[in-house]
């Protein structure tokens, strides 16, 4: 069984920053494909950005420029650096693992951005 544990959240102002992160559990992180997602209040979950190898990122468009997702194998962990961050990223932040055909989640960690 596969946990993961995300860190990180915490109210921040317009124009702040933020590095969450999000370590795994058991021994197939290096295979497995790693994102994070977001979740605002009354919205649907959404992609913010994947990271299917060490070499290989996707992003929304929305946070494109802004934030940055890595990875660290050795330590079973994934990263999302959020620069800029606006009162529109308020959300809830999840991590997911994915590693066909299970799919794995956080537990989320907030993140209010508000002055």
């Known amino acids: 069984q596969v946990q993961l544990v995300e860190s990180g959240g915490g109210l921040v102002q317009p124009g702040g920053s933020l590095r969450l992160s999000c370590t795994a559990s058991?021994?197939?992180?290096?295979?497995?494909?790693m994102g994070w997602y977001r979740q605002a209040p009354g919205k649907q979950r959404e992609l913010v950005a994947r990271?299917?190898?060490?070499?290989?990122?996707n992003y929304a468009d929305s946070v494109k420029g802004r934030f940055t997702i890595s990875r660290e194998n050795a330590k079973n962990t994934v990263y999302l650096q959020m620069n800029s961050l606006k009162p529109e990223d308020t959300a809830v932040y999840f991590c997911?693992?994915?590693?066909?055909?299970?799919?794995?989640w956080g537990q989320g960690t907030q993140v209010p951005v508000s002055s």
């Open positions: 997911d693992l994915s590693v066909v055909p299970s799919v794995y």
């Open positions: 058991g021994s197939i992180f290096r295979s497995a494909n």
């Open positions: 990271m299917p190898s060490i070499d290989l990122t």
